[in-house]
Structure formats: structure tokens, C-alpha cells
């Protein structure tokens, strides 16, 4: 079993691999390569395993940036390589790019090599939605994304679907929630804040929240999505249907909510930290973003959710 | 005014391009110049005009292809030009070059000359829907295309939309309905029965239905898709809102229906014309697409369908 993760270097890829590392095996079969390619050469899992690893830097937008990697026929490919939404909103080109371009070429890459049977799992987004929208969406409402991140992220979902239906490839492709508690510093994402209100009081700092209290996200856990990433990989091909991509279940939940779990855990001193500070551009961002989902097809697939936003938080003490 | 038709040379193109004549206008504006475009030179309107024509032999999938047509900054852009279903399906190369890549370079084309208030209006299909769906479409009905034509249609769709929202081009995307009672003879669209089991018995010709005649269709004239298209480049920019494809207002008809229209104006003879000789391949391709909608969005911004069914068999009386 070869496994390829692109985006390695990231918190997810750098996340994904560890776990892979520590199951030895992905869908019953011993893990015997793992590939890691990001633009900066990613850092190998701190861990004595027989696994061989190769790790690589490697501009995706380059012309034959794959074939190297895919005469090596991997079993799994991670393609988790993205321009981020506030990056591809403010450069077009680069955003197609990377985002697009790179993820056709892919395709075809294995397309060319019969690599059919291969899987691909793909993370995608709920910026894929927007627009008008249902009070719940499920697996038949409408993307309307709402930013070239989103839109080039759609489009590579229609792309998998069509070259999974056509036998080309065997595509899966994960809408992912709200990452909440992201471990590290606050970022430019807009949703930054909403591991930032928790993330920064359970450690003694200040945060700023920049939204109403009464807005909804929908979330999940950094642990949960690497597992919904892992067992991406190993559905069963004749269980995914012709559409290829799916919301992942998460967690609804309000900023009232998060604050009062906070509450539970940092007590009234570590509320205290949250300084409200309304900022209605990040906002007017975070609320397009659907909170409600019924994910009945993902649930059908054996995906699952966080139990629920308490053991979201749990689970970070617990890792700290 | 300057107006540029794409796929000029095919039963819609000849037919928008005889019609803006007819109109000498388009959104209060005189028509200047018309461009006609196909893979063979298109034929000129019959007409006495003042409009100056340029009729061209172009493939639009060749590098450089638009720059000339967009160096001379036409105000309406009618995008028709297409690889069909089947042909899309039998060449995935072929089908994503000119139904995506070459509108793709189109806009880029738009984007590079800041043709930001052009008008680009193309057309869609009811293939970019299909999976499970529910009872009654609507606007927020997910696009889950079963070929790679209306994968590339629906990667067009979302690509317009984000190029439109970019404020880059003024897109418009009609998904259209079946065609009936298209002129000519049966072709090998899975839909040609539609208009073979009207057409050929008022002109007093034997046709064969694939399909059960409990089989429900959603349908549009010709002569109500042209008025569409004409419409589609005169609904004002601040009414079209961020999300540009949207479903075309048809008249759901069953094929029961359809022949009932036919013996009122073909009687007992013309509807024995009709042989019923059941095809699974075609009953299937053609129960995938959706039969009912609500097509609320397209009626607020001023679309239209036919009346009735009978209306749109009498048109066709009319023209013959």
C-alpha cells in the first residue's frame, strides 16, 4: 500500500500523516510508502516504523509536476494541496491554478496511467455553498459558492464525480466543517476566530471575538476530520454512488454555546478573556456559511461527527 | 451594438441570428454589427439590413482563438457553441476543450480586455441535473450531472458565475428545457423522439417512441427559446444577483399528453403513425432528467414558457 498526501506540510497533512504512521495500515493493508509533497518539503512523522518515506518539495502548477509521483502508482492520494479562500479570492490565476488546474492534471494523470482503481480523496469545503439557501441543507441543495476558492473547489468536485462515473479514477471527496479548536496561532481565515475564543483562553490568553453570539457554525474537530480522511480511503468503491462528493456531519453550534463550554472548562476568568469586538466583514463572511446540514448520504457511508461541542474541547485539553 | 453569436451555424444560432435581424434592436440599442461564428462559416440572415455581418469559419479551441473577435469588444456575447452529449461522452478530450476549456478562454479573453459590462449569455442544459432529486426541482436543487457534458456545462455555470461576481463579465446561463418540436430530421440525441413523434406525423411520416408513454418531459419551442435568449441579454445586471445559471420556466408534459395534442391536429391517422417500440437505453438516458420545476427564480427576472403544449405544436403548424 503506497500512500501519496500532497499539502503535507499543512496542519491536516502533517496531522494525516502521523495517523497513518501510527495505524501501519490503511483499509487492510500495511501502509509499506508514504509520499509527502508540499511546496516546502514536509516534515517526516516523528516515529521508528518500517513504513518508507519519501518527502518531497514540489510546485503542483508545473507542467508533468505529476508524473513522477504517478508512475509510482499509488494505492491512496490525499490531495489536500490548496490555495486558501482569502489567498484565491485575491489572485485569481493562482487560485485556478492551484486549486484547479493542478487538481485536472491529476486526473488525467492517472486517467493516462489506467489508474483506475486508485482512490483519491479530496478535501473540499463548505464554501462550496452560499446564496440563497435552505433553513437545513442536505445532499440535493445547490452550490452556490460565494468566492473563487469555493467556485474552483465545486468545480473540481463536478471533475472527480465525472471521472469516478467514467471508471477513470475512484474519487471521494469531503466537504469539511469549521476545523474547531485549530492548534497554533490566529490566522487571516475569517473563521480564525472560532478556534481563537477557545484555543486562547484555555491558554491563559486574551481573544477576540468578531461575530454575534447567536451565530451558528457548523464544526468539527481537528481529530474527526483526520479520521473522516481516513476512512475516506476505505469505503467501499460500489457504496459511493455516482456523486463523489458529500458534507461531512458536523456539529451545529452557536457562539453562545462555544463560550459556555469555555465556561466549563476555563471558568468565569477564562470567559473573561473573550473581548467582543463586532467586525462586520468577518461576519457578513461566517454567516454565509451554512450552519445546518442533514448528511444523510456521508451518515450512509459510515462518516461520523463529534458526539458533540463539549467533546470538541475535551479532546484539545486533552491533547495539549 | 455590436452582437457575437458562437455556434451561429446550428438550428438555434441560425434561428437568434434571424431574429436579431428581424428586431434590428437588442435592449433598445440598434444592432450595428452581428458576428457569426461556427466550425464552418455560418449562413447570413436572408434579410435587407443595415446590420453589417462577418460570418467565420473558426475552432474555438485553437490558442488565440477569440482574440480577435474580443479586440472588437462586442456588447453581447451568445455563447452557443457545444460538442453535444453523445459526442462529449464518447471523447472526455474533446468535450472538456470546447464546452470547457474554450469557454474558459472566453472569459479569460473578456477578463483581459475588461469587458466587464459585455453581456455573456449561454446556453445550458437540463443534463447538469440528474442522481437523486427530489419530486419538484427548484433554484436550490443540487447539480449532479450522469455525463460529462453537463459536468462541463455545470463547471461553466459555476465559472461564469464567480467571473460575473468578480464584476469581470455580465454572464448569463440558461439552462434550457427539450426542445419541441425542433425542425428538421431525427437525430442521435436520446431526446430526438421528442420532437420525431409530433414532426414526422404532421408531416405525414411514420416515427417511432422509445419510451412509456407515462414518461414525463419538460419542455420549450424554439420560438420561446429564442424569445428566452433575447431576453437573457436584456435583464438588467443589479437584477441578475451573484448566482447567473438558472433553469429555464418549461411545460412539464407527459408523452401521453403529447400524443393526445397530436390526434387533435393529426387525428386517428397521424397518431398511427406513431409506432411504440420501447428502447431501455434511450428510456433511461431520458427518465434521468428531471421533469418538473419551479422556476421561480428565472420568472422573477422575466422569463417566460410556452402556455401550453398545444401552444407550442401550433407554432409549429404555423411555421411549416
Redesign the interface.
Known amino acids: 500500500m503506497h500512500v501519496l498526501i500532497t499539502g503535507a506540510a499543512g496542519f491536516l497533512g502533517q496531522r494525516l500523516a502521523a495517523q497513518l504512521v501510527a495505524r501501519q495500515q490503511l483499509n487492510g493493508q500495511p501502509i509499506q510508502r508514504l509520499t509527502l509533497v508540499d511546496q516546502v518539503a514536509p516534515a517526516l512523522p516523528d516515529a521508528t516504523t518500517d513504513i518508507q518515506f519519501v518527502t518531497e518539495a514540489r510546485d503542483i502548477t508545473a507542467e508533468h509536476a505529476w508524473d513522477t509521483l504517478l508512475d509510482e502508482r499509488p494505492d491512496v492520494i490525499y490531495h489536500l494541496a490548496a490555495v486558501v479562500s482569502s489567498a484565491a479570492e485575491a489572485d ?1 490565476e493562482l487560485g485556478m491554478a492551484v486549486n484547479f488546474d493542478a487538481t485536472r492534471a491529476l486526473l488525467d494523470g492517472c ?1 493516462k496511467r489506467g489508474l483506475s482503481s486508485t482512490r483519491l480523496v479530496m478535501a473540499s469545503s463548505v464554501a462550496v455553498y ?5 433553513e437545513v441543507l442536505d ?8 468566492s ?1 476558492y469555493g ?1 474552483q473547489k ?2 473540481c468536485e ?2 472527480i ?2 471521472y469516478s ?2 471508471g477513470l479514477i475512484d474519487g471521494r471527496v469531503l466537504r469539511l466543517p469549521t476545523i474547531v479548536i485549530r492548534p497554533g496561532r490566529p490566522n487571516a481565515a475569517a473563521s480564525s476566530f472560532a478556534s481563537s475564543i477557545l484555543r486562547e483562553p484555555l491558554n491563559d490568553e486574551d481573544a477576540i471575538c468578531p461575530v454575534p453570539t447567536e451565530l451558528e457554525l457548523y464544526v468539527m474537530s481537528p481529530g474527526q476530520v483526520i479520521e473522516s480522511l481516513v476512512h475516506g480511503a476505505e469505503v467501499e468503491a460500489e457504496r459511493m ?3 463523489r462528493a458529500f458534507m461531512l456531519p458536523g456539529v451545529t453550534v452557536r457562539v453562545a454555546e462555544m463560550l459556555e463550554v469555555l465556561c466549563r472548562y476555563a471558568g468565569d476568568a477564562g470567559l473573561a478573556r473573550v473581548r467582543h469586538e463586532p467586525d462586520a466583514r468577518v461576519t457578513a463572511i461566517v454567516a454565509s456559511w451554512p450552519g445546518r446540514f442533514r448528511t444523510t448520504r456521508a451518515e450512509r457511508l459510515g462518516f461520523v461527527a463529534d458526539s458533540d461541542f463539549n467533546a470538541i474541547v475535551e479532546a484539545f485539553i486533552d491533547e495539549k
Chains 1, 2 share one sequence.
Open positions: 485569481l486517467r452560499g446564496g440563497e439557501l435552505p445532499d440535493t441543495t445547490a452550490l452556490m459558492p460565494q473563487s467556485t465545486a468545480m463536478l471533475l464525480s465525472d462515473r467514467r454512488g455516482d456523486n
